[in-house]
Every structure is written in C-alpha cells, then in structure tokens.
C-alpha cells in the first residue's frame, strides 16, 4: 500500500505541474435549508486533501465553483457547518469538464445528494451501489464473528470466516470485471487502483492495456501505469 501511495504521489505532482491547459468544470448547486456555513470544493493533491476554493454561505444555500481540469477525478464538496456536527459534511464526486450540478439539504448533506452532468460520476456511482452491498456483507459477517454464541462454536466460526473469503474474492472479482467492462471510463483505472492494487499485476495489467488511449492519458490511467512499472521493477 505505501507503494502504491508513493507511485500516485509522484504521478499527481507530475501532472500538476504539466503545462497542458485543461478545461473548465463548472460545479453548482443548491444546499437546501442552508442558512449559514462554508463550502469547500477540495481534491487529492499530493496524497493530501487540499481546498481549491470555498465559498461562505449566508442567507440561501446556492453555490458556484469552477475549476480548471485537465481529466477527470475525484473531488469532495465539504460544508462546514455552525452546528459543531462533523457528521454527514462530504460529498464524493468524480469531476469532469463541462457543468455539473450538485443538489443536497443541510440536514441530509452527503446521503441526499442528487448529482447531474457527469457520466463519469454515473459509471462511479454504479460501480459504488454494487461494491457497498459487499461492504455490508463483510460487516455483517464481522459482527457475527463477535458475538459469544459464534465465538464458543467452532464449527460456527469455521462456517463464518469461509463465507468472509468467498465475499472478498467475489468482491475482488466484482472489482476487476467491472475496470475490464468499462475501461474507455476514467473510473476503470481509479477503481483498479483503489480497490484491487493487492491483486495479481497481470490482472491490472489486462485492465490498463485495455484502456482507450484517452483514459491511458487520464490522472488514473498514468497512475495505473506508473503503479504497474513500479510493481514490475521490483
């Protein structure tokens, strides 16, 4: 894992300093019930979760931020609020050239968020319902593996953890039929990466010599790239 941080690190420094303009995303929308608070619109830079722009809110909760972006990624639109509740505050959002619109309440901030104008979002989104029903599962089973009635039984706890490995594998397979079905997607690569990087190279690598050459190019696909010669020279 702190390879592959290391990897994405020196790839994202790389493209940030590229001279290569990109093209502007505009992000806007409505905070419903938002009376006052800041909203931030932030990203990965560096490993490090960095503010490209905030806005202070006061009187309605409509927002606009527009940002100069060179292909699509993940970016996080965070509200602080005065309410000393750090619960409910980000909402995750792959980011792409042209207009996206984002619609939430104060109350329900990250669970009610309607988002619009991004097919890269759509594909992430898709790919986020299925992967949160093996989370749950996996949950689940751990919660079962606590209680005294599983613990005192071995035949029960036996039965609990196969049905965990059968889980993570399904899950680990989920994850690469989904980057090897979608792969002319900037979320192909991004899913790789974060979700199957402890897999088999020649699985990442099937994945990142599938790509379109426009998504080969993209912020993930050369952090793929770079991953994979990392692994390779090692």
């Not at 594909?123 to 093996?134: C, P, T």
């Not at 993570?168 to 002319?184: E, G, H, K, P, W």
């Not at 998504?215 to 994979?228: D, H, I, P, R």
Request: net charge negative; glycine share 6%; aromatic share 10%.
């Amino acid at each position: 894992m702190k390879k592959l941080f290391s990897v994405l690190i020196l790839v994202f420094v790389g493209i940030g300093c590229s001279k290569k303009e990109g093209a502007l995303m505009n992000v806007s929308g409505n905070v419903a019930g938002l009376k006052k608070g800041t909203l931030y619109l932030q990203h990965l830079n560096d490993s490090t979760l960095a503010t490209i722009d905030s806005l202070e809110i006061k009187g309605n909760g409509n927002f606009s931020f527009q940002y100069e972006i060179k292909s699509p990624e993940l970016f996080y639109l965070y509200l602080k609020k005065d309410d000393n509740n750090t619960i409910n505050d980000r909402i995750t959002f792959f980011g792409e050239q042209g207009d996206i619109t984002i619609n939430t309440s104060w109350n329900n901030f990250d669970t009610k968020a309607e988002i619009a104008g991004s097919e890269s979002h759509k594909k992430f989104q898709e790919f986020q319902e299925v992967l949160s029903k093996f989370n749950t599962k996996e949950l689940t089973l751990m919660q079962l593996s606590t209680t005294e009635e599983i613990r005192s039984r071995s035949e029960a706890m036996d039965s609990i953890n196969n049905l965990a490995d059968k889980n993570a594998l399904r899950r680990v397979l989920y994850v690469l039929n989904f980057a090897l079905s979608n792969t002319d997607s900037p979320v192909s690569p991004y899913v790789a990466l974060t979700e199957a990087s402890n897999t088999n190279s020649k699985y990442l690598d099937s994945i990142h010599n599938s790509l379109s050459d426009e998504v080969s190019n993209s912020k993930y696909g050369l952090a793929l790239a770079a991953y994979l010669d990392e692994v390779k020279s090692n």
